[in-house]
């Protein structure tokens, strides 16, 4: 089966301006989740999606990052406007289970942001 | 959600198993133990998952303590492509699945 697609692989922008990532996650899996990783650091999840629902964005920075999962299959993150900080690698990954959590994450190479 | 904790790093030679620990003292009946590996520049890896009995597959094996306190991933013979960072989370029929890594371990292989 093919992975998880994301988009692009590296992206270098500066602050205050805006940037997208585009994720794919694998066929027919209902979950999708959106995870930042810091340099020498574990991911911590943005955002999770169930379909087009939204579980938890509990650890989203709602005032400069936002996502959507249109039709439940593709989905997008932004980041606006951009801060030092959000220098990161952005993972997005998804699992089939929708009732039983125990189906494991498949991950893709993530998009690593550079903010200058 | 409950926390794992894990050591910063670990060395193996090559050839030789691995034994590659977890705590999870705070785990819930409910919580499957999952084991993923990242290599520079690429997104973790699935590696094994298992509830309360001891878990194979063709890349390693997951031992479960009784209490489920505890598990170890065990890489039965260490090659120099499995150097990598190892995280051990927990995920919940509870929360929507809710998981959180660590910082995991940095396994390093000696040839």
């Known amino acids: 089966e093919a992975g998880v697609a994301q988009s692009p692989r590296y992206k270098i922008i500066e602050k205050r301006q805006s940037v997208a990532f585009w994720c794919n996650p694998i066929?027919?899996?209902?979950?999708l989740y959106w995870y930042q990783q810091i340099l020498g650091q574990g991911p911590k999840l943005l955002i999770q999606?169930?379909?087009?629902?939204?579980?938890?964005d509990s650890q989203l920075p709602k005032d400069r990052f936002s996502a959507e999962r249109l039709k439940g299959v593709d989905s997008t993150l932004k980041i606006q406007p951009a801060k030092l900080e959000d220098s990161a690698v952005y993972l997005c990954?998804?699992?089939?289970?929708?009732?039983?959590?125990?189906?494991?994450?498949?991950f893709g190479n993530g998009t690593r942001l550079t903010v200058t | 959600d409950a926390k794992t904790t894990q050591p910063n790093s670990m060395e193996s030679n090559e050839e030789e198993p691995v034994h590659l620990p977890c705590n999870h003292s705070t785990i819930s009946g409910t919580d499957y133990i999952h084991w993923y590996r990242q290599l520079p520049s690429q997104g973790p890896e699935y590696v094994i998952h298992g509830l309360t009995s001891n878990v194979n597959n063709r890349m390693a094996s997951l031992a479960i303590a009784e209490d489920r306190k505890s598990s170890t991933l065990i890489l039965h013979r260490a090659t120099l492509r499995d150097a990598a960072v190892y995280y051990c989370?927990?995920?919940?029929?509870?929360?929507?699945?809710?998981?959180?890594f660590g910082d995991g371990t940095t396994l390093t292989v000696k040839p």
């Open positions: 066929s027919g899996h209902a979950t």
């Open positions: 990954a998804s699992s089939s289970g929708t009732g039983a959590y125990n189906s494991p994450l498949h």
């Open positions: 989370i927990l995920r919940s029929n509870t929360n929507a699945g809710k998981s959180t």
């Open positions: 999606f169930q379909n087009n629902g939204v579980v938890d």
